[in-house]
């Protein structure tokens, strides 16, 4: 009789036993099932757009572009692992810049990035004024009206000011110790550049100030690149300076090699012209600047205002001579300005 109540207190306790395994599998499979939409909201939200305009063409700044991902990569942000970065390139074609930014701010792009490019600036400034927009541009931003002030910008921008047109007056300088005393400089300027005006203003005053003559060739496209080298080849000019300008930069290697084919030296506004055979140059690291915007543009993704992020300057500047272009021009580099260079290419 005992052992019969035992197996019956025994059956008991399976019964409850069983209750609670039961019970903790409907709470487990309720608690897993309320999380599901959570998850699901969590692998459906979608990656942050970061848009990219640039008045000119992405063939001739790949390396550019690439500094640009590296600085959004040191904070995190890779493209299409976690956000999304849409290219919009203008050509050279002002003109398309306004109804490209209209395209990223219709995507809905969480910043717009303008490196190098002051007329993208412009036009993201002028169509948005919620995006942040980060910037990277070689002439004054405030004199461009881009920001109120370098260390506070004010509004939904903000960027790198690489002061490139303020180095135009060395440059010049530059120049005049390697030609002889006198001897007129001619200055190509791409006469629909925002900067422009502003940039030969500067090299007046400073040319003015040492008695340098010199005087001015616009080219706007590639054809008039072309048709600039044969006026100057009649004119026997003896040296050529390059303002600052995207389309310049993208038309490097066609400068250099036509400056080489009619014999004229010149000195241009970066690196990247000596590295393609260019005689001299001196400016700021490019590359390096178009990884502090997507610094900046990281910052702001992780939920800095542009407002409160002062406009970059850089402190370091480059001045490079390609030795085996001097030696082609068979021009004998002076002493003191081999001394000076940051780099002599051989």
């Not at 019969?4 to 903790?24: A, E, P, T, V, W």
């Not at 959004?72 to 002002?94: C, H, K, M, T």
């Not at 060395?170 to 006198?182: N, Q, V, W």
Request: charged content about 20%; hydrophobic content about 45%; glycine content about 6%.
């Amino acid at each position: 009789m005992e052992f019969c109540n035992n197996r019956i207190q025994s059956g008991g306790d399976l019964m409850q036993f069983d209750q609670l395994k039961r019970r903790d599998l409907i709470m487990l499979i309720g608690g897993t099932a309320a999380m599901w939409p959570r998850a699901a909201h969590t692998q459906q939200q979608p990656m942050p757009v970061i848009g990219f305009l640039h008045d000119g063409s992405s063939d001739a700044r790949a390396h550019l572009v690439a500094a640009f991902r590296e600085g959004l990569s040191e904070a995190g942000f890779v493209d299409r692992r976690n956000a999304v970065i849409e290219y919009r390139w203008a050509q050279d074609q002002f003109d398309r810049l306004p109804a490209l930014v209209t395209e990223l701010v219709q995507r809905q792009a969480a910043v717009i990035a303008t490196p190098g490019s002051a007329t993208a600036a412009l036009a993201a400034k002028a169509a948005t004024s919620t995006i942040p927009i980060v910037f990277s541009v070689g002439s004054d931003p405030i004199k461009l009206g881009l920001v109120d002030s370098l260390n506070r910008p004010g509004g939904n921008i903000t960027g790198v000011n690489y002061f490139t047109q303020d180095l135009g007056p060395k440059r010049l300088g530059l120049l005049r110790e390697l030609m002889p005393a006198g001897a007129d400089i001619v200055v190509l300027a791409n006469p629909k550049s925002p900067i422009t005006d502003s940039a030969l203003k500067d090299l007046q005053a400073a040319a003015s100030a040492v008695g340098q003559p010199f005087s001015v060739l616009h080219a706007s496209n590639n054809q008039e690149i072309y048709a600039a080298f044969p006026a100057m080849a009649q004119r026997r000019t003896p040296a050529l300076m390059i303002v600052t300008d995207p389309l310049f930069t993208s038309r490097r290697v066609q400068l250099v090699t036509l400056a080489t084919r009619y014999a004229i030296p010149a000195i241009y506004t970066s690196r990247e012209f000596t590295e393609v055979g260019g005689l001299m140059s001196y400016g700021t690291d490019l590359p390096n600047i178009y990884r502090q915007v997507g610094i900046y543009t990281s910052r702001i993704l992780k939920g800095a205002k542009p407002s409160d992020l002062p406009v970059m300057q850089p402190t370091k500047f480059e001045f490079v001579i390609n030795l085996a272009t001097a030696k082609a021009l068979g021009l004998e580099i002076p002493p003191t300005l081999l001394a000076r260079a940051d780099e002599v290419i051989e």
